[in-house]
């Protein structure tokens, strides 16, 4: 599965982004789409993710802000982002998981998100 991100930009504190991530085959059977994100002198962590029947989990710190969604019909999933905050700014990747006898994951280039204040 070979995946690309884009939407990425610099927008001011307040502002909304969207970012789409596309994939390269059908997603309607991949179990798992998420977007991660990984700001200068941190770790990657978890931001969204979505499950094939659109379970949806975020975390604590974009819950009411960010929107995780996926359109089958356009192989792709998408993170609205609003009332974004300088703390948001990082590196977006979005990650495919495929279950079946263990996890297998792919990942797309990353996306630059800057907020400023």
């Known amino acids: 599965v070979q995946l690309q991100a884009s939407g990425g930009g610099l927008v001011q504190s307040g502002g909304s982004l969207r970012l789409s991530c596309a994939a390269s085959?059908?997603?309607?059977?991949?179990?798992?789409m998420g977007w991660y994100r990984q700001a200068p002198g941190k770790q990657r962590e978890l931001v969204a993710t979505i499950s094939s029947a659109s379970f949806t989990n975020y975390a604590d710190s974009v819950k009411g802000r960010f929107t995780i969604s996926r359109d089958n019909g356009k192989n792709t999933v998408y993170l609205q982002m609003n009332s974004l905050k300088p703390e948001d700014t990082a590196v977006y990747y979005c990650r495919a998981d495929l279950w079946g006898g263990g996890t297998t994951s792919y990942w797309g280039q990353g996306t630059q998100v800057t907020v400023s204040s």
């Open positions: 085959r059908s997603i309607s059977s991949i179990n798992v």
